[in-house]
């Protein structure tokens, strides 16, 4: 519900009918829209935001952003504003943080579709923790190849689709609900993507064996990992030449009958496999070519090692995910904003979702005997072959065994 904006006039009264200008001044200029317009322009000026025209004898004149609107909601307040011609909105979109440090935590940006508005929205209160609701994570998912459903913001349930932003990195600290994340997107693929082709690699042990039997493989070390990599990289060649053949530059645009099925890769605590040169390898080749060949990864780690996400892994990483992380250093390495360390410990499932600039989100909460029950639906009776052969020690102890395969 809007409440209405308190004008000068009114503050005039507050300030005494007769009473002074002076006093009635002060009013207005600490009344909450005022202080939220006079925070708006600190921002733009200590954070250059404005568009520089040269003047007479080559003076730099500064035009800023002008607010439209500030408007007070029960939960929030909005302010509008437009940029001048000429100023790139990018400049906005890519100080987002600014925006986040000025206002808090609960601030958000929307850019209209004529990128020159934009809305910033100052909310007062965080999303509650939820539970996974099967029937309503379906009204957003119709429509979407490979439907990825993050959770709720501010604004809104945030679901997309990972055709259109492919691979996902999923990173926090111990505790913070990554597993839960996981367990919650792989739910909802496994439900709403018929004949998805799903890849199971636990390296931690912990969360994957609820999708054996569902999943076509669920390993629990790094060699059975390699061998699932060798098996993509031969499928990924085949599929290219079915691309050639049909001469389509994606897996969307062959016809129905020749079209192979989404496969998707999901390795938990990958930076376990920093040392597995193979491994690594496979997984870039994935993330670089993947997307065209319908071969997507979500990958998940603990703490974002900088090694692991060098350049090509990280670039095609496109979302990610950053639940609470333990510093700004980390949060920086995984989002590119400390963000992610402003996160409290007591915050479960709370992220920064990065995908077209960053916000807050808080994850669903889905138990494992929920998952369980939601999947049976979807088990084949017997574990795969190669699960039943699976061995079964952890991955750590098998660090120095990685079979080096033709690839
Ligand atoms: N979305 C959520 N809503 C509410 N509580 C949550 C949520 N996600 C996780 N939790 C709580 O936090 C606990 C830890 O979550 P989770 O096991 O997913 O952490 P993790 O990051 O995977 O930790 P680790 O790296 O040690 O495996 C869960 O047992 C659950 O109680």
Avoid at 32 to 54: E, H, S, T
Avoid at 264 to 284: H, P, R, Y
Avoid at 326 to 334: F, G, M, P, W
Avoid at 379 to 402: G, I
Wanted: with cysteine.
């Amino acid at each position: 519900m809007l409440v209405s904006g308190v004008t000068l006039v009114a503050a005039a009264k507050l300030a005494g009918a007769g009473g002074s200008g002076v006093a009635a001044w002060l009013v207005w200029r600490s009344m909450p829209d005022q202080v939220f317009r006079r925070k708006l322009m600190y921002l733009f000026r200590f954070g250059n935001l404005y568009y520089k025209i040269n003047g007479y004898k080559g003076r730099e004149l500064r035009s800023y952003p002008i607010i439209k609107r500030v408007s007070s909601y029960l939960d929030r307040t909005e302010a509008a504003f437009v940029l001048p011609v000429g100023m790139d909105p990018t400049r906005i979109t890519e100080n987002e943080w600014l925006f986040r440090q000025v206002f808090g935590a609960g601030a958000e940006l929307s850019m209209s579709e004529d990128a020159k508005t934009f809305v910033l929205s100052v909310y007062s209160t965080s999303v509650a923790p939820f539970e996974y609701d099967a029937a309503e994570v379906d009204e957003y998912t119709p429509g979407l190849n490979l439907p990825i459903y993050v959770g709720r913001s501010r604004s809104g349930d945030m679901v997309y689709d990972m055709v259109e932003h492919p691979h996902l990195l999923i990173a926090g600290e111990t505790g913070s609900g990554k597993s839960v994340a996981l367990r919650s997107v792989l739910t909802t693929l496994i439900r709403r993507v018929p004949g998805l082709e799903l890849y199971c690699a636990d390296m931690k042990r912990s969360e994957f064996h609820l999708f054996r039997g569902i999943a076509q493989e669920v390993v629990m070390d790094a060699a059975g990992l390699h061998r699932i990599v060798l098996k993509l990289r031969r499928e990924m060649r085949e599929r290219g030449d079915l691309l050639d053949r049909y001469e389509v530059a994606h897996v969307n645009d062959l016809p129905i009958w020749d079209r192979p099925p989404y496969i998707v890769l999901a390795v938990d605590e990958v930076a376990l496999l920093k040392k597995k040169a193979d491994i690594m390898e496979g997984i870039e080749e994935i993330a670089t070519i993947g997307r065209a060949l319908g071969v997507f990864l979500i990958l998940s780690m603990q703490r974002p090692d900088a090694d692991v996400l060098d350049g090509k892994l990280k670039n095609n990483l496109t979302v990610r995910m950053a639940f609470r992380h333990a510093d700004e250093i980390n949060s920086r390495i995984t989002i590119g904003t400390a963000e992610a360390a402003a996160i409290k410990q007591s915050e479960k499932g709370r992220l920064v979702l990065k995908l077209d600039g960053c916000r807050y989100v808080q994850g669903p909460h889905l138990e494992l005997t929920a998952a369980r029950e939601m999947l049976e639906p979807y088990r084949k009776v017997e574990p795969t072959a190669s699960e039943a052969q699976a061995p079964r020690e952890p991955a750590e102890e098998q660090d120095e065994y990685v079979e080096v395969g033709l690839l």
